[in-house]
């Protein structure tokens, strides 16, 4: 059986898990477990919208993310060769005026790469949680290799 002595931990390192906005306020010791030896490269969320590369701009992400993407500043709808309507995104009121379409295993990559630069955050890959029982002052996970 594996052991981990940390204060938080957090099961799945999909993008939610492993957003800035998420573990920055975290001062304490954390583990990240995630059962997927390697990432997935199918296709799913490709949209990063303006506040979150705000987010991102705050730890020096925004360029990483930036150069790995496409900047669209607007989106037009068409059929039958008719323009049916039009997005602009010029106007919104950040410093990015663009949706940044990028693929989520490249999201989930540059992530990932800034998670584990973290000391204080213990990234394992290829453990899968199978149950947590919790005591009055701790908890302990059980799990085993991919
Ligand atoms: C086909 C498809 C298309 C999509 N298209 C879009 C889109 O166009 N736009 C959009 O915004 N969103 C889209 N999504 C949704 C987007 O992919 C999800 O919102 C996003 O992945 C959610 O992130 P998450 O971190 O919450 O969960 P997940 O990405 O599901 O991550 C959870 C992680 O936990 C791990 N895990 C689960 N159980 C365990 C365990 N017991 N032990 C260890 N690890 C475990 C999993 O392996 C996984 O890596 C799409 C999803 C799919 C499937």
Redesign the pocket.
Known sequence: MNTFDSTLTI???????CWPHFWLPIRNVVTL????LIRSP??????IAPLSLEILKRIDLDGAFISHGISVEFSEAHARKMRLGKLNFSGINSDFHFILSIT?DKTEEILEKAVKARKSITFLRG????SIHEDSDHALYI?HNA
């Open positions: 099961v799945g390192a999909g993008p939610v898990a477990i995630e059962k997927e199918n296709s799913r969320a490709i949209g989520q453990y899968r949680a199978e799990g």
